[in-house]
């Protein structure tokens, strides 16, 4: 319980704290590359939309063998470099979700220190009223005697 040291397991709750940064900003790095990653198959995707219409423009109007070429091998590169972002994508965004699951795991421990510490902290409490009442009627019923 409480004592003259306070709470027995602070140095516990004080790892767990640290812990749970920790897993806090690997959360957050986990998210960043996450989202940086999205962007970056967003623009993949983006520039593919814009050289389709301007392939289907210039098709309309009348294209060389030599843009056909150069618009056949933009395509097959641009396919291959978004399939490859895809799984990035899906890689990251499942490392994320794991740094999450990790993160709330670590919070729960902090917070379940935390609750015994306060738990801990109101009986001690109580217990330290309770002598008080005990001794101020002690000092009440003395005064009485006294007289």
Known sequence: MMHKQG????QVLNY???VEKVR?????TAKREFESATELLD???AEAD???VEYNNKQAAGITASELQMYGDFFLRKRSDIQS????VDTLGREMTEKRE????????KKALELLKE????AFRREMAAKERAFLEELAVQKKVAR
């Open 50 to 52: 814009r050289a389709r």
């Open 7 to 10: 709470f027995q397991l602070q």
């Open 85 to 88: 972002q895809r799984l990035q």
């Open 102 to 109: 990790v993160l709330l795991d670590a919070a729960k421990e």
């Open 119 to 122: 738990k801990q902290m109101l």
């Open 43 to 45: 623009r993949h995707e």
């Open 24 to 28: 806090k900003v690997e959360f957050a």
């Open 16 to 18: 767990r704290k640290e």
